[in-house]
Nanobody, 116 residues
Framework: VQLVESGGGLVQPGGSLKLSCAASGFSFDNYYMSWVRQAPGKGQEWVSTIDTDGTYTLYTDSVEGRFTVSRDNAKNTLYLQMNNLQSDDTAVYYC??????????WGQGTQVTVSS
């Protein structure tokens, strides 16, 4: 199993970024996928989950209406479009297979920094 995140970086408040997570080594379209973040000095925070075909999505309250999770099963890729970014969104963002289970698998993470 391999999950490789990309697309992080430095952005000004109000800006946008789109994260990607390239998956390999498993049947991507059989699994719910999630984004989880960890801010400096804080614990892990679940951000969003998408079901196997993208029909259902869930978001934590703080990103609802600003972030959009999606997936392209033909490309084995998970995405997170982040708009109107704020300083509280600064964190390492992780792509997670089977989040919340004993078989969860995490990528290496990508840093998102929101600062003027």
């Amino acid at each position: 199993v391999q999950l490789v995140e990309s697309g992080g970086g430095l952005v000004q408040p109000g800006g946008s970024l789109k994260l990607s997570c390239a998956a390999s080594g498993f049947s991507f379209d059989n699994y719910y996928m999630s984004w989880v973040r960890q801010a400096p000095g804080k614990g892990q925070e679940w951000v969003s989950t998408i079901d196997t075909d993208g029909t259902y999505t869930l978001y934590t309250d703080s990103v609802e209406g600003r972030f959009t999770v999606s997936r392209d099963n033909a490309k084995n890729t998970l995405y997170l479009q982040m708009n109107n970014l704020q300083s509280d969104d600064t964190a390492v963002y992780y792509c997670v297979k089977n989040w919340g289970t004993t078989t969860a698998y995490w990528g290496q993470g990508t840093q998102v920094t929101v600062s003027s």
